[in-house]
Structures are given as structure tokens and as C-alpha cells.
T-cell receptor, first 113, second 118 residues
């Protein structure tokens, strides 16, 4: 299982762009990179998933370099409601079924007014 | 979008009693569901992988006789905490993956169940 490493915490002012980087040095060929957001006392919520290069949806962008050993979640113009813990997960489904993933420490993002 | 529900959302019980938590995929079928436990200010810890129609696979250190998992259908998995003790108090979260999903690893998480054992 690919282990992920993220900063424990980050602070940002409202309206700024926030970039959270995740390291996953032993990512496997079939692994995808998925980011989740979790608010206190709630289940994680899917944000974005990618395999390589860049993926963008309505809430975030995900940048993955060619070697895929890291990834960066970019949140444009954060607001106070983006204060949450963000988790980077690496895994894939395989011929043997759905591979389990391990949650890392996550990054606690605090958005400041 | 894919929705996963959990019931109950919170439960308080006396030490020694058993508590059952249900996890349902509402608009998709899930061959595999996962159960996690999360203590305050900590990350999610995978407890077990629940496969429809077969025995669950437990992570190291998780007692299978204490945390009974049943995945009787493609939309329902249950976690029963038997003879609960205060140290079992935690936030329990389930997740499921659409069996028709692609190669990625998008899990859909339930809202969680807060268990407090007195």
C-alpha cells in the first residue's frame, strides 16, 4: 500500500489560493490519487481524483507530475467554509477486488477571515 | 450522486451491551464496503473490509469477535459492537464503492455514527 505524507496543518486567508501537496513515493502503476475533505463529526467527502497530469472540476484542481510521486490539491479562492481536514489517498481496484487504502494524517486547513 | 447512509447517527449505550450500526448504499450497489473508526483529532483507521456474501477481512489488531460485520446484500453492511466498553467510544464511518465504478478508487462515505459507551 502506498503511504502518503502531507503537512499536518496549513493556514490561509480568505480569498487566497491554497495548494496542499502530498508525497506518495511508492505509488504503484495502477494507483489513482484521490483527495477527500472532512468536516468535524462528518464522513469524508470526495473532492477530486486523478491518475496523471492535471484534473480540474468545479471545486478544485489536482496536479500530478510525470513521476507521480507527489500530487498537489489546489483550492481556488478559499472561504471560511473550506476549513476542514484534507486527506490524500492512493489506491486502485485490481483483479483481486477493490484494494483497501490507508488514511494518512491529513492536512488541517484553517481559513482565516 | 452516490449516497451512503448510516443508522443511527449517534448512540449512547451502557457498558456490556451490544450496538448495531447499519451502512446502506442508497442508489448504487456495493460489492465491497469498508468500516473505519476515528478517535478525536485523529485520522480514520480502517477496521475491516466487508464483502457481500463472504466473511469480512479484518485489519491487524481488530478483534473480529468483538466487531461483527455482516454484508448480506449489495446495499447493506452492518457492524455490531459486542459487549461494548468505554474504550470503544468512537466515531464509526463506513464507505462503499460502486461495483460498476471504474479503475479509480473513489469511495463514498457515510455520515458516521457517534458511539458513546457509558
Amino acid at each position: 500500500l502506498a503511504k502518503t505524507t502531507q503537512p499536518i496543518s496549513m493556514d490561509s486567508y480568505e480569498g487566497q489560493e491554497v495548494n496542499i501537496t502530498c508525497s506518495h513515493n511508492n505509488i504503484a502503476t495502477n494507483d489513482y490519487i484521490t483527495w477527500y475533505q472532512q468536516f468535524p463529526s462528518q464522513g469524508p467527502r470526495f473532492i477530486i481524483q486523478g491518475y496523471k497530469t492535471k484534473v480540474t472540476n468545479e471545486v478544485a484542481s489536482l496536479f500530478i507530475p510525470a513521476d507521480r510521486k507527489s500530487s498537489t490539491l489546489s483550492l481556488p479562492r478559499v472561504s471560511l467554509s473550506d476549513t476542514a481536514v484534507y486527506y490524500c489517498l492512493v489506491g486502485a481496484s485490481g483483479s483481486g477486488g477493490y484494494q483497501k487504502v490507508t488514511f494518512g494524517t491529513g492536512t488541517k486547513l484553517q481559513v482565516i477571515p | 450522486g452516490a449516497v451512503v447512509s448510516q443508522h443511527p447517527s449517534r448512540v449512547i449505550c451502557k457498558s456490556g451491551t451490544s450496538v448495531k450500526i447499519e451502512c446502506r448504499s442508497l442508489d448504487f450497489q456495493a460489492t465491497t464496503m469498508f468500516w473505519y473508526r476515528q478517535f478525536p483529532k485523529q485520522s480514520l483507521m480502517l477496521m475491516a473490509t466487508s464483502n457481500e456474501g463472504s466473511k469480512a477481512t479484518y485489519e491487524q489488531g481488530v478483534e473480529k469477535d468483538k466487531f461483527l460485520i455482516n454484508h448480506a446484500s449489495l446495499t447493506l453492511s452492518t457492524l455490531t459492537v459486542t459487549s461494548a466498553h468505554p474504550e470503544d467510544s468512537s466515531f464509526y464511518i463506513c464507505s462503499a464503492r460502486d461495483r460498476l465504478g471504474g479503475q479509480g478508487y473513489e469511495q463514498f462515505f457515510g455520515p458516521g455514527t457517534r458511539l458513546t459507551v457509558l
